[in-house]
């Protein structure tokens, strides 16, 4: 019998485009609190929740998210949902992790936030997501955790732990505009993140 305690090893899941501090500054605040020890950043390969939009190609994404956690020695970065073909579901990616022998003895921590915490109804294999991973509801602006608890069944609220953080109102959306409207991203994003979208000409597209 394996008596060693398990490794708490953090889930940050997003299209991540772009990557921000944001998300940057949630991963590192449930490290923390948290005692992870280490936080897997993985992009999106095709987010069934956003066919309706156009989103990056995978490879520019995954080179932001590494160019964005290179310098935090507890931060990761998989390919994991990119490199698996048709659309990427929570459930299939824990159950892949799972089989990964250097994940043999590990307790799973999904980071993303309240907004996306009160959809999860819609995700699929939502019970067994519940069993397979902790999810971590981190505070996002308009949204409240006593919202959750209203909106969500006991079973769903009690089963999520919840994380204040500071709030930095960036988002995704914002930033795209931003960078189409040739406004600055600076101090938005990491200036690695920044000089890869200036020199790809990103987002750039009417």
Do not use: Q
Not at 28 to 48: C, K, Q
């Amino acid at each position: 019998m394996n008596n060693c305690p398990k490794r708490k090893i953090g889930i940050m899941g997003g299209t991540f485009d772009p990557i921000h501090y944001g998300h940057l500054r949630a991963a590192d605040e449930a490290h923390a609190a948290l005692g992870l020890s280490e936080v897997i950043f993985i992009p999106t390969g095709f987010p069934p929740h956003k066919k309706e939009h156009k989103v990056s190609s995978a490879e520019n994404r995954y080179l932001m998210t590494l160019l964005a956690t290179t310098d935090c020695p507890y931060f990761s970065v998989s390919r994991i949902e990119i490199d698996r073909n048709g659309a990427s579901y929570t459930i299939d990616t824990l159950n892949d992790l799972i089989a990964m022998p250097k994940y043999t003895n590990a307790e799973f921590y999904f980071i993303t936030g309240l907004d996306a915490v009160m959809n999860i109804l819609t995700w699929k294999n939502t019970g067994d997501v519940l069993k397979t991973c902790k999810f971590v509801a981190v505070s996002r602006f308009g949204y409240t955790h006593e919202r959750v608890e209203e909106e969500l069944s006991k079973r769903l609220a009690d089963a999520i732990i919840h994380l204040e953080i500071p709030l930095l109102a960036i988002s995704s959306t914002e930033l795209r505009d931003r960078i189409k409207n040739n406004r600055s991203i600076r101090f938005l994003v990491p200036p690695l993140v920044d000089n890869f979208i200036t020199k790809n000409n990103l987002y750039k597209e009417t």
